[in-house]
């Protein structure tokens, strides 16, 4: 928590700050994320004035996120970086004259956050079949390339064999 009793005396008024996060986790809807590194947040933070303030700062943090493939972690740099106006009845990360900033480095990674993570460009990912993670050896299941939703046309075929 940063205390913001000082920059709220004066219109105007800037504090610059170097904070360590407490913060260990990035816990959203979609999974938890292990914070393996971090550097202290930066921040600066004005009084613009009209119960408003301006929050800059920035942060970087190596998250460990799962490769979309093979589900292994995956060590990933997030440079958070934000520069944004809010207001003191903002209650995600203001609390009275309190600023969270572990809520607030929250809120901003999501928004740098990686569409898609691999371990390396060319990870063969999983075995549909049996979960054999690929990049470590094959396993002994069919391989078929075919779509899962072609599967009814494979058992066409099949009955055609049969026959």
């Not at 999974?31 to 550097?39: H, L, N, P, Q």
């Not at 943090?61 to 292994?72: F, G, N």
């Not at 004259?97 to 901003?108: G, K, W």
Request: glycine share 4%; proline share 3%; with cysteine.
């Amino acid at each position: 928590m940063l205390d913001l009793t000082e920059v709220l005396l004066d219109e105007g008024k800037e504090i610059q700050r170097e904070i360590d996060l407490e913060l260990n986790t990035l816990s959203y809807r979609f999974g938890k994320f292990k914070i393996a590194e971090k550097t202290p947040l930066s921040i600066t933070v004005t009084n613009a004035g009209d119960r408003k303030l301006i929050l800059t700062g920035n942060i970087q943090l190596e998250v460990m996120i799962p490769c979309a493939r093979c589900l292994e972690p995956v060590a990933v740099r997030l440079v958070v970086q934000f520069d944004t106006e809010t207001e003191l009845d903002n209650r995600d990360y203001i609390d009275g004259y309190n600023l969270n900033v572990d809520q607030l480095v929250h809120d901003e990674a999501l928004l740098v956050w990686p569409e898609r993570t691999l371990c390396r460009e060319d990870c063969r990912g999983l075995c549909s079949v049996c979960g054999q993670n690929l990049n470590e050896g094959s396993c002994s299941c069919e391989s078929t390339d075919l779509d899962p939703r072609m599967a009814k046309v494979l058992d066409i075929f099949s009955k055609f064999k049969e026959v």
